[in-house]
Nanobody, 122 residues
Framework: EVQLVESGGGLIQPGGSLRLSCAAS????????MSWVRQAPGKGLEWVASMSWNGNSFYYAESVKGRFTISRDNAKNTLYLQMRDLKSEDTAVYYC???????????????WGKGTLVAASS
């Protein structure tokens, strides 16, 4: 079965950096785009970033552009999100999702991980 397991979250001070990982299994990883989506406490889902199967296309939400970097290692079946200059408003559960299209298209995201919590707080 398809499995997506996020890791790397935790408590960090504003201004710090953190790298999230998403280990994928149960499907041909390099056949699919992948996305990161987050949900702040008490808030709705917010799409963060997306990357095509080969990394040639990638997109970011305006709120994270210039601070976050999405990448993937197809040989390791792993998706990454490098986050720098973290702000309190970045506090959220971060989910990775398998996608049939690259971009902020929830209808294309058919499998999600359970998420990892990032808490940017002093």
């Amino acid at each position: 079965e398809v499995q997506l397991v996020e890791s790397g979250g935790g408590l960090i001070q504003p201004g710090g950096s953190l790298r999230l990982s998403c280990a994928a299994s149960g499907f041909i990883f390099d056949d699919y785009a992948m996305s990161w989506v987050r949900q702040a406490p008490g808030k709705g889902l917010e799409w963060v970033a997306s990357m095509s199967w080969n990394g040639n296309s990638f997109y970011y939400a305006e709120s994270v552009k210039g601070r976050f970097t999405i990448s993937r290692d197809n040989a390791k079946n792993t998706l990454y999100l490098q986050m720098r200059d973290l702000k309190s408003e970045d506090t959220a559960v971060y989910y990775c999702a398998k996608a049939n299209e690259v971009g902020p298209y929830y209808y294309a995201m058919d499998y999600w991980g359970k998420g990892t919590l990032v808490a940017a707080s002093s």
